[in-house]
């Protein structure tokens, strides 16, 4: 999968505020991604930083979950495997909005 965002890992962080950070293991450098809009309820702030942080994880587990899949199904008889096929749409469509 060819990607243009900030490879990962990517954790929160919190002091006062959550704070997405990206994490470079290799030089144990750090880079601030997303403050959050701390408006929203705690709990809420604390999810939406977890659900960004884990973004490229769950990027690169769809793509390889679709690469698999795709090989060890083959070809489809349609009937039989319609609701594959439109969750492989989905995560298709998922990942060209991630990647686009």
């Known amino acids: ?20 950070t990206i994490w470079d293991e290799k030089d144990e450098s750090t880079d601030d991604l997303a403050f959050m809009n ?18 490229p994880d ?8 679709l690469k698999e899949a795709g090989q060890a199904i083959g070809k489809r008889d349609v009937k039989k495997h319609y609701h594959f096929m439109v969750a492989e749409e989905a995560a298709k469509r ?6 686009s």
């Open 1 to 20: 999968m060819n990607t243009k965002h900030t490879p990962g890992p990517w954790k929160v962080y919190e002091d006062e505020r959550p704070i997405v």
């Open 38 to 55: 701390y408006d929203l309820p705690q709990e809420q702030v604390q999810s939406n930083a977890k659900l960004i942080a884990a973004a």
């Open 58 to 65: 769950l990027l690169a587990a769809i793509d390889s979950l």
């Open 94 to 99: 998922a990942i060209a909005a991630a990647t």
